[in-house]
């Protein structure tokens, strides 16, 4: 294990841009700053190199907007090997954008809060490493409240994405319900994307309309979130995105406890818990399928599918004894059958499971890393230790692939999309330590 740990130090490294100072997510495909990717990064990073970690950190908060808001790209450098790039996406039409660095108008599922408290778990000079957390956290917090303040209009204590790259889990078989309610025109791009991968691997052209056609609308009102919330097609209480939020909370109560003098952070944190929790529970379970799902705030209606975000509200503590027991049987009915490696993507039963493509079926190490984590506080050691198995033996026998094919009978080449790709080495090196 120990070759297998320098190896993903050198994936990380040779990733990292030492100039700016963060890491890219893959060369080529993703030659730029990734909001939740930096996270997952500097986990890693923290089990060898502090100073990286915090850097990481560091550079993402650095494009923090004024109103609190953490885009989802930072475009710290040109390359031609993306697209959309800055010139697409004019978040600067927004007032307050951040001024010293070019981003998109979107952002990812918040997992700074959590990470941070990572990072103070692993490192070992726990004065240092609160010093720096002291003089990030209030950007964090200050995050947070602008999500409760400009992302739930009904005050309901859950947030809204309104783009599908929003969600991290880009062009899950979810979404082809919104894009079943729209009619975006053929757009007139050049994909990048398919230049570094196969085709087959990635989301079609027409995807992309759909994908344009949400940031068209965002700009034409000057990514104003009011405008959004009243006018996108594409409006979601996503259980990933606010698992990761509602996680974040709790690490920033423990870390505001540690840090002392912030009672009243402290007390506003547990109130968001608390009202989120409930709602979570009300509005995102799916007593049918015996899981979480996804609620469509456009049309007023969940959507009845059953991906790997759906279990991972068990890592924010969100359900019962009892809905988590469900919750595991569903897991494993469904998606830990005999034939497959967990955790795939998206409903193996389902007709729109593809599992080589994106976010349609293939397994992501970030969301097993989620998945171990809650599987392990919940109780169900032996389902937890599957998947961390499973998770290292993808790297293992296929390489520091994005995404790996579930169906066991695959053997030759079951890693997809990039190679080289960061969070799988960052939270490889996490598993193993
Ligand atoms: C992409 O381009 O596929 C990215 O995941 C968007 O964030």
Not at 28 to 54: E, M, R
């Amino acid at each position: 294990n120990n070759d297998l740990i320098k190896k993903a130090e050198t994936v990380l490294n040779n990733n990292f841009k030492e100039d700016k100072g963060f890491t890219i997510p893959c060369e080529g495909l993703y030659p730029f700053q990734w909001n939740w990717d930096s996270g997952f990064i500097a986990i890693g990073q923290a089990h060898y190199d502090t100073t990286k970690a915090k850097r990481e950190i560091e550079a993402l908060l650095s494009a923090q907007w004024e109103n609190g808001f953490i885009p989802h790209i930072v475009f710290h450098n040109d390359s031609d090997t993306y697209f959309p790039g800055p010139d697409f996406h004019q978040s600067k039409l927004h007032p307050l954008a951040s001024k010293s660095h070019r981003t998109t108008g979107m952002t990812q599922p918040p997992v700074l809060g959590f990470v941070l408290k990572e990072i103070y778990n692993i490192i070992d000079d726990k004065e240092d490493i609160l010093n720096f957390i002291k003089l990030n956290i209030d950007k964090v917090y200050h995050n947070h409240e602008h999500f409760y303040t400009h992302r739930d209009p009904n005050n309901e204590g859950l947030v809204y994405i309104y783009h599908n790259w929003e969600s991290g889990t880009d062009n899950s078989p979810i979404w082809d319900d919104i894009w079943e309610t729209m009619d975006p025109p053929k757009y007139k791009f050049e994909r990048r994307d398919t230049t570094h991968v196969d085709a087959a691997q990635r989301p079609t052209n027409r995807e992309y309309d759909y994908y344009l056609h949400l940031i068209e609308i965002a700009k034409a009102h000057n990514y104003d979130d009011a405008k959004i919330a009243e006018l996108s097609p594409f409006l979601v209480q996503d259980p990933l995105f606010n698992t990761m939020l509602i996680k974040s909370n709790a690490a920033l109560i423990e870390l505001y406890e540690l840090i002392g003098n912030s009672e009243d952070k402290i007390k506003t944190l547990k109130q968001w818990q608390i009202k989120a929790i409930k709602r979570f529970n009300e509005k995102l379970y799916n007593e049918k399928l015996g899981a979480y799902v996804h609620y469509d705030l456009r049309n007023e209606k969940q959507l009845e599918h059953i991906s790997s975000s759906s279990f991972t509200p068990l890592f924010a503590g969100i359900p019962s004894k009892e809905r988590a027991d469900t919750l595991v049987k569903t897991l494993m009915d469904k998606f830990g059958t005999d034939d497959k490696y967990l955790c795939a993507s998206f409903d193996p039963e389902s007709d729109r499971f593809n599992p080589k493509k994106y976010w349609r079926g293939p397994v992501w190490i970030n969301l097993n890393w989620i998945l171990y984590r809650g599987l392990k506080s919940n109780g169900f050691d032996a389902i937890a230790e599957r998947v961390k198995e499973e998770s290292i033996s993808f790297i293992k026998t296929y390489g520091f692939y994005e995404y790996f094919d579930p169906r066991k009978e695959v053997k030759d080449n079951a890693g997809y999309g990039g190679n080289n790709f960061s969070w799988s080495a960052a939270l490889l090196i996490d598993l193993l330590k």
